[in-house]
């Protein structure tokens, strides 16, 4: 059985997976395996939001943060 350092090293784990597929991943393959794994495990999915949301730096601006989902979900410049 994992202590509860252990599980919440491992909803760490789970989110900087996210964010990296989020970098690295389709967004529309992105959105659809996490609409699965939210059905899949709600309460897993809630502690992973949760953690997320602890990382967002609370004084950065909503444009800034704007600008960087625009940046990091722009599909690709040919060329």
Known sequence: MK????????????????V???RSVDPREVLREVMTQCEA????????V???AAWVDPD???SA???RIEAITAPPRPG
Request: glycine residues 2%; aromatic residues 6%.
């Open 3 to 18: 202590t509860i350092e252990e599980y919440f090293e491992h909803i760490a784990r789970d989110a900087q997976a996210l």
């Open 20 to 22: 990296d597929d989020v």
């Open 41 to 48: 495990a709600p309460l897993r999915m809630a502690q992973i």
């Open 50 to 52: 949760m953690a997320l």
């Open 60 to 62: 950065e601006t909503i």
């Open 65 to 67: 943060r704007g600008a």
